[in-house]
């Protein structure tokens, strides 16, 4: 069964000529969601040929705009493009209001469901979404706005069995952690212990971190800390401030705390694999 992630924006806030905004595209055996969708999400989606109206479901960690302004175009162009299927948004509480806001302002009209589902919780694990495919969990984490981390675990499907010790068991699901944009608080750990592949923002190398704390992001070294001691399979690193034009520094200082880690960048296809 296949399960990867396409990344298609690596970037922070300010999106440059190699790094975009967050944005990323989760395939499970075909089954494919958005996890963020920053400003120009539509058109990487094009350049990277993934097909616009496979994506029925849309998972919003916060409404800052590199992770959020490339929604409504989006929904627009799915409209003009002919679908009627319908669509879920998992977001932070207001994201109605802004789309619905938006498009009454703009005298757009959408010939399709949209099923929000708004999240607005201050602790513990929530499920949010479920297909027959996989579940999403989502769990609160520490920025300047209400944000939000995913936890996507695939459902096996029954064929797919693995022998241990001569007797054939269903194979155990595989789990993707998104966490992006947060600080460093390792009450975040339970919620990402388990992952096969951890997906954790580092904004900033580790001399910054006292801009880190004040801005609420996390340098790569705090990132691998938190690798270290939820322990997942993989690491993957992204949300990339501008400042940093090639990630070494980044992942030398991540990969001190926690080997297994590999810095994203815009296009990179990540296999989510149980090791």
Excluded at 79 to 90: N, S
Excluded at 248 to 268: E, I, K, N, R, Y
Aim: glycine content about 8%; hydrophobic content about 40%; charged content about 20%.
């Amino acid at each position: 069964m296949n399960f990867f992630v396409t990344i298609l924006g690596s970037g922070a806030a300010l999106p440059t000529g190699r790094r975009r905004c967050s944005a990323q595209v989760v395939n499970i055996n075909g089954f494919k969601m958005l996890l963020d969708c920053a400003e120009g999400t539509q058109d990487r989606i094009r350049q990277h040929h993934l097909k616009l109206q496979s994506l029925g479901t849309i998972l919003i960690s916060h409404l800052h705009g590199d992770h959020f302004f490339g929604l409504p175009g989006l929904l627009s162009t799915m409209h003009l493009c002919g679908r009627t299927e319908p669509v879920t948004v998992v977001a932070p509480k207001g994201a109605r209001q802004v789309i619905e806001t938006t498009f009454d302002l703009t005298g757009n009209h959408i010939g399709y469901p949209i099923n929000f589902v708004e999240m607005d919780f201050a602790e513990g694990l929530h499920r949010v979404f479920e297909s027959p495919r996989c579940t999403v969990d989502a769990f609160p984490i520490l920025h300047s706005v209400p944000t939000y981390g995913f936890r996507i675990t695939e459902v096996p499907r029954s064929g797919e069995r693995k022998v241990e010790n001569g007797e054939r068991t269903l194979r155990s699901p595989r789990v993707y952690t998104y966490c992006c944009d947060t600080e460093y608080n390792e009450s975040l750990v339970p919620h990402m212990q388990g992952a096969d592949l951890l997906c954790l923002e580092c904004t900033f190398a580790d001399d910054l971190a006292d801009l880190a704390r004040q801005r609420q992001h996390l340098t790569a070294g705090q990132a691998g800390q938190l690798a270290a001691l939820a322990q997942p399979k993989q690491l993957l690193l992204t949300h990339i401030s501008a400042r940093y034009h090639e990630p070494d520094l980044l992942l030398a200082q991540a990969t001190a705390h926690f080997p297994d880690t590999t810095v994203a960048s815009d296009g990179l296809v990540v296999e989510v694999s149980a090791k």
